[in-house]
């Protein structure tokens, strides 16, 4: 084999090696993108199913509210009439 034949196929097998790792990263870099898509869908719903039940929770707390002042106005206009 000649000095030649020898670079070209250093070169032909540093091209397959090449070709072979950008495929591998290109597979890995759609893995990522695909597990970063189903992550971000899982916290989406997580997300959504949390403001629900936070407006929930305000609602309740509102109504607690109210009838706590309306609690307070009448021991209050109780005490002023002792």
Known sequence: MSLSEDKKDKRTKRAIANERLEAALLRLE???AKTSEAENSEYLERIAVLVKENNKLKN???IIESRLNG???KLK???KES
């Open 71 to 73: 609690a307070i106005k």
């Open 77 to 79: 206009n109780l005490l």
């Open 60 to 62: 309740t707390n509102g």
């Open 30 to 32: 759609r893995a990522v």
